[in-house]
């Protein structure tokens, strides 16, 4: 009855409080090792479609651009104009390969075209040609990592089933004022990889995870920029829940997501609502939802009762893909027709997760330091140069690589290839740091200084900004007498026992040298002080 | 079309000449087994030239009856609309569908029991892979010179068959 009575907006409150409870709620029970909590098992798959860096389109001679004037990146093929026919590029299918091999499928050696039939004015010529029956690649896995807390790094793996070349659809905006649909078709035709995973993950982290993983390798091989805000990578994440021991549940698929963090929400978001539809006697139905980025819910798009059929028909004017191997390629053949699985296995650079074993093994950092390395461009390198330049240890130098300059690089927005602050300014100032000519205080502020001011370097800076250690013993036994005849109460408390309150006098002659005093040091000379004081102090 | 008998198939091939398809001239033996000829007649443009075929005289099957009339219901015809976007919201419209669906089912007749569907008569061709080099494209103009509505260099789609506003922000 009390439903009756309230308003539109205050059903909306009342959601909206209800979501954030159940997050607070949830965050509070999620275990993130396992599937369930108890009384719910979550079933999380993914479908990943990555568009693939090359110059030109999948079937056609277009070029590939992000950014160009409407319909300018067009031919006739993409248009959907007949007459014409579609030709493989032989590069999307060696990116293609490549990714396989680097989520350890088994490649099908041979594959076919096949055409999904649905309408959309995005797509004028009524089919997409992709690879349904047979594809380029099955059987795969996905090693990614978890991280669980701030410390703690969990590996886990997600079963890839299949991956395929497919086209891509034009693009469609709305336009408002003259309420009309307005299609773009430079995106029509760009070659992507469609990388379905298994139902084996549980929870927005998981996804996440998976996907930053599945981007860095894709970057790393070359083969997309998997930027997810620009659509180069798109994930859709399908999504059911069930009681432990009986079978799955009916799933919703949802799309709309792009970047990883939006998709762990999204999915949490999802399982939530099916446990909270179910739990209330509902019924979950088979349909599409969007994920609405603004109020972190996933919204009605369509419904999926009646399922779509998509008429394959295997794709007429392609005859099947042959990939050959080192053993099946013939002699006759012309090189530049040859897509060669050994080759390319050879040609595959240091995948993340090796070079992430490499780094901890070889300079002994910490789990999380490699990743943290491995998600800059460019930061393994700068370590690496810092490292061989300086005689501080790789432990010492990782600290300041990734809080110090990291912080930089993030303040001032830059890429670590854009750094005024080259690896020799690094390895200079940890060497005067390990040599005891400055403390890390000063050092900090010869980074900032380094880096507002290019071509000069870290002695220089030292020497103008007067930053270096005072090792003069007399000048610091002033200051330690200054600091002890402003601070009358505190020296009390020191002679009464409460040594503790020696770090406030430390405290207060490090911001006198500015920084420039060593801490032991000080210490010593304070507690010499306060001990002939003490002694002065009896003998009168 | 003007200098052709009544049951004549024009042949579009480079030489210029025409199929005469009933005409059968002359039966030459040809290791015993009997030979259609397909003449190639004077185009009065010229050419001309003899075709062999092995295509028999008589056809070697015979037509079987498959008397098993589909099922067809309205759900049936909702959803094939659904998907080829074509009426056939009247009887004539049903019943030409049961019938061409008929025609087609004598297919299950042909015992296809172990053997690999054939997608393309191209199945042991090569596929050709083209190297990745821009060569097309930039012809705004021309593509768009076949569209009966655009503004601003863009296409204008027609209005919406299942207007469905959530999937717009797909794109």
């Known amino acids: 009855m009390m439903a009756l009575c309230l308003s539109v907006r205050c059903v909306k409150a009342l959601e909206n409080r209800t979501w954030r409870c159940l997050t607070a709620f949830r965050r509070s029970r999620q275990s993130d090792a396992g599937r369930q909590d108890g009384r719910w098992e979550r079933v999380v798959g993914l479908e990943v479609h990555a568009q693939l860096c090359s110059k030109s389109k999948l079937f056609s001679g277009s070029q590939v651009q992000f950014l160009a004037p409407p319909n300018s990146l067009v031919s006739f093929l ?5 007459g014409t026919l579609p030709v493989l590029n032989k590069h999307c299918v060696e990116g293609a390969v490549k990714t396989a091999l680097a989520v350890n499928c088994t490649i099908n050696k041979r594959s076919t075209f096949d055409r999904k039939h649905y309408f959309y ?17 099955v059987s795969g896995n996905l090693a990614y990592n978890l991280c669980v807390g701030k410390r703690h790094v969990i590996p886990k793996f997600v079963r890839i089933k299949q991956i395929q070349l497919e086209q891509d659809s034009g693009k469609s905006f709305h336009d408002d004022v003259r309420t009309q649909t ?5 995106r029509s035709g760009i070659g992507l990889i469609e990388i379905v995973m298994e139902p084996d993950m549980c929870c927005g982290n998981e996804a996440e995870a998976a996907v930053r993983e599945l981007q860095l390798i894709l970057r790393t091989l070359g083969t997309s920029h998997g930027n997810m805000s620009e659509g180069q990578l798109r994930v859709d994440a399908n999504i059911s829940v069930h009681r432990p021991g009986e079978p799955y549940g009916v799933r919703t698929e949802v799309k709309n997501i792009n970047s990883a963090r939006f998709l762990a929400r999204a999915i949490d978001y999802e399982i939530q609502r099916q446990i909270e539809i179910l739990e209330n006697g509902g019924k979950i139905l088979n349909e599409t939802r969007a994920f609405d980025y603004k109020s972190g819910q996933t919204i009605f798009m369509r419904d999926k009762e009646r399922k779509q059929d ?26 530049h027709q040859v897509v060669n699985i050994d080759y390319i296995r050879e040609q595959l650079p240091e995948l993340p997760n090796v070079k992430r074993r490499r780094l901890v ?3 002994g950092i910490l789990v999380e330091h490699s990743f943290t390395l491995m998600n800059e461009d460019g930061l393994v390198q700068f370590f690496e140069s810092v490292v061989e330049q300086t005689q501080a240890s790789p432990k010492k130098v990782i600290g300041w690589v990734i809080n110090d300059f990291v912080a930089l690089l993030k303040q001032n927005n830059l890429r670590v290839n854009q750094s005024p602050i080259r690896p020799t300014d690094m ?16 050092a900090k502020q010869v980074l900032t200084e380094l880096w507002k001011n290019k071509g000069k370097t870290a002695t220089q800076v030292v020497e103008l900004k007067e930053l270096g250690l005072i090792k003069d013993q007399k000048k610091l036994e002033q200051m330690c007498q200054c600091v002890i005849e402003d601070h009358p109460e505190e020296v009390s408390e020191i002679q009464k026992g409460n040594w503790k309150v020696i770090n406030k006098l430390i405290g207060q002659v490090q911001k006198a040298s500015r920084g420039r005093t060593s801490p032991t040091l000080v210490e010593a000379t304070l507690e010499k002080k306060l001990f002939q004081r003490c002694n002065h102090r009896n003998e009168d | ?8 198939a024009r042949c579009r091939c480079q030489r210029g000449g025409f199929l005469s398809a009933p005409r059968l001239v002359g039966l030459p033996e040809e290791r015993g087994r009997p030979t259609a000829t397909w003449r190639m007649g004077r185009c009065p443009d010229g050419g001309g030239a003899r075709w062999g075929t092995r295509v028999p005289k008589t056809p070697t099957w015979t037509l079987t009856e498959h008397n098993q009339s589909p099922e067809v219901s309205m759900e049936m015809i909702d959803h094939l609309e659904c998907l080829a976007l074509v009426d056939f919201r009247n009887q004539e419209g049903v019943q030409r569908l049961a019938s061409a669906i008929q025609f087609a089912n004598q297919l299950h007749v042909v015992d296809t029991e172990e053997v690999e569907p054939m997608d393309s008569v191209l199945e042991n061709r090569p596929l050709y892979l083209r190297a990745d080099e821009v060569t097309d494209g930039d012809c705004t103009e021309a593509v768009l010179s076949n569209a009966r509505q655009a503004v601003e260099e863009y296409f204008v789609a027609p209005p919406e068959v299942r207007g469905d506003l959530a999937c717009r922000i797909l794109h």
Not at chain 1, 123 to 136: A, N
Not at chain 1, 182 to 186: A, F, K, Y
Not at chain 1, 310 to 330: A, S
Request: glycine fraction near 4%; charged fraction near 15%; aromatic fraction near 8%.
């Open chain 1, 427 to 442: 390895s200079e100032i940890l060497n005067l740091l390990e040599n005891g000519c400055i403390t890390s205080f000063s």
């Open chain 2, 1 to 8: 079309m003007p200098g052709c008998g009544p049951s004549v």
């Open chain 1, 121 to 137: 004015a995005d797509l004028p010529v009524g089919y997409q040609i992709t690879q349904h029956r047979c594809p380029i690649a």
């Open chain 1, 182 to 186: 307005l299609i773009d078709l430079n």
């Open chain 1, 310 to 335: 998509y008429r394959f028909m295997p794709e007429p004017n392609l005859p099947p893909l042959i990939i050959y191997d080192n053993e099946t390629l013939p002699s006759n053949v012309n090189p």
């Open chain 1, 78 to 82: 993409d248009a959907s104009l007949p």
């Open chain 1, 361 to 363: 093994e070889k300079y």
